[in-house]
């Protein structure tokens, strides 16, 4: 069973506008860690916010925020004034770990490519 | 820039053949991570290590292998290359085993022909 899903292969956004990329995800470890990782046609991996399980509060980084829904089982990237720049791939990830012999690796879904149309 | 370095930074070579990608983790970090990114498999934990010794296993092929060596820094190892092999492999690091954050390298992209 897929442990994270992205369901939009694409998206586009005008720019100056806001843009939700959606993540749910699967697992019964009751901590984890969720990530929201871009990745330009350049190819690196930037990291862009991290949300932990029992962080009470969503995270936020500048433009980005994570909508963490943990109820639901989601965690959407919510990227606010959208920038050119901003077009890429973007990536939800997912680390499970409560154990402490676990692997914390990390576990991605298929990715979300946006474009920001001008 | 991550303070991940990783090289080199591409790489084309022949079907059968045999390569070492080469990875510095950030300064303090000890934990080493090694992910392959390809068309139909898209991003994929191989293997990760741990001051020096390997923590947890993923999705990696007996023909790849990967260590890492007193100062942390970390190969992997890909032999009797096959055209499915190429990828984009990445390198990432982190503080220790149990940290979340982890840092990824700019990868390598190796070309099987």
């Known amino acids: 069973a897929q442990k994270i899903t992205q369901t939009q292969p694409g998206m586009f956004v005008q720019e100056k506008e806001a843009v939700t990329l959606d993540c749910t995800y699967d697992t019964s470890d009751p901590s984890y860690g969720l990530f929201w990782y871009k990745q330009p046609s350049s190819g690196e991996m930037i990291f862009l916010i991290y949300q932990g399980s029992y962080d009470q509060q969503n995270a936020t980084e500048g433009r980005y925020s994570l909508n963490f829904q943990k109820a639901r089982k989601s965690a959407n990237l919510v990227i606010s004034a959208s920038q050119l720049g901003d077009s890429a791939m973007y990536f939800c990830?997912?680390?499970?770990?409560?154990?402490?012999?676990?692997?914390?690796?990390?576990?991605f879904g298929s990715g979300t490519q946006l474009t920001v149309l001008p | 820039d991550s303070g991940v370095t990783q090289t080199p930074k591409h790489l084309i070579t022949a079907t059968g053949q045999r390569v070492t990608l080469r990875c510095s983790p950030r300064s303090g970090d000890l934990s080493v991570y090694w992910y392959q990114q390809s068309l139909d498999q898209g991003l994929q934990f191989l293997i990760q290590?741990?001051?020096?010794?390997?923590?947890a296993k993923g999705n990696i092929l007996e023909r790849f292998s990967a260590q890492q060596f007193p100062d942390l820094h970390s190969e992997l190892n890909l032999s009797s290359l096959e055209l499915g092999d190429s990828a984009l492999y990445f390198c990432?690091?982190?503080?220790?085993?149990?940290?979340?954050?982890?840092?990824f390298g700019p990868g390598t992209r190796l070309t099987v022909t």
């Open positions: 290590y741990y001051n020096g010794e390997e923590r």
């Open positions: 990830a997912m680390r499970e770990g409560s154990s402490s012999g676990s692997a914390r690796q990390l576990t």
């Open positions: 990432a690091s982190s503080v220790d085993y149990r940290s979340y954050e982890q840092y």
